[in-house]
T-cell receptor
Framework: EDQVTQSPEALRLQEGESSSLNCSYTVSGLRGLFWYRQDPGKGPEFLFTLYSAGEEKEKERLKATLTKKESFLHITAPKPEDSATYLCAVQLFGNEKLTFGTGTRLTIIP | DSGVTQTPKHLITATGQRVTLRCSPRSGDLSVYWYQQSLDQGLQFLIQYYNGEERAKGNILERFSAQQFPDLHSELNLSSLELGDSALYFC???????????FGQGTRLTVV
């Protein structure tokens, strides 16, 4: 069965302390991997799409990378406003739905 | 603002009732997805429409149904509501039937 697993479930960092979030997947025929940010009570906000192993995307303090088995979301020198739940999702060839992991709840302490 | 509009934002209703959630996709987007998010289950895919036709179905209960209209807005109908149906319901849209999807702010349904 296709699976998307995110780790850790929760992460607390001091402001400025860089770290990485992991999304591992066990799927056949990956078309794309997506990262979203979700604030409490709000809809997920699209961040990145990655299509092939070795691909990297950057936006401000965030950088997403992809290998054949997993993706990382690196956060550099985070600020309190980066606190949110970060979700990854996969989309397969021939199956258009996005299958989400359960997310990493990130808290940045000032 | 993603450009996806969902109404109503909040809905409180009694068990056994029926409700309709509405979604207006981003201008030009042909694909609409519906997701359910509850505290213990994360984001669960319900159903997808593309240009008026059903494209994919997830673990959507028989009590739930959806449709996409010619103007591309979509409605999710939930009937015979149970306490366990309380959740956030999200609509998302994308230009094609693949690729990144853009989410609305959700409808919070509370069944009492």
């Amino acid at each position: 069965e296709d699976q998307v697993t995110q780790s850790p479930e929760a992460l607390r960092l001091q402001e400025g302390e860089s770290s990485s979030l992991n999304c591992s997947y066990t799927v056949s025929g990956l078309r794309g991997l997506f990262w979203y940010r979700q604030d409490p009570g709000k809809g997920p906000e699209f961040l990145f799409t990655l299509y092939s192993a070795g691909e990297e995307k950057e936006k401000e303090r965030l950088k997403a990378t992809l290998t054949k088995k997993e993706s990382f979301l690196h956060i550099t020198a985070p600020k309190p406003e980066d606190s949110a739940t970060y979700l990854c999702a996969v989309q397969l060839f021939g199956n258009e739905k996005l299958t989400f992991g359960t997310g990493t709840r990130l808290t940045i302490i000032p | 603002d993603s450009g996806v509009t969902q109404t109503p934002k909040h809905l409180i209703t009694a068990t056994g009732q029926r409700v309709t959630l509405r979604c207006s996709p981003r201008s030009g987007d042909l694909s609409v997805y519906w997701y359910q998010q509850s505290l213990d289950q994360g984001l669960q895919f319900l159903i997808q429409y593309y240009n008026g036709e059903e494209r994919a179905k997830g673990n959507i209960l028989e009590r739930f149904s959806a449709q996409q209209f010619p103007d591309l807005h979509s409605e999710l109908n939930l009937s015979s509501l149970e306490l366990g149906d309380s959740a956030l319901y999200f609509c998302a849209s994308s230009p094609l039937n693949r690729g990144e999807a853009f989410f609305g702010q959700g409808t919070r349904l509370t069944v009492v």
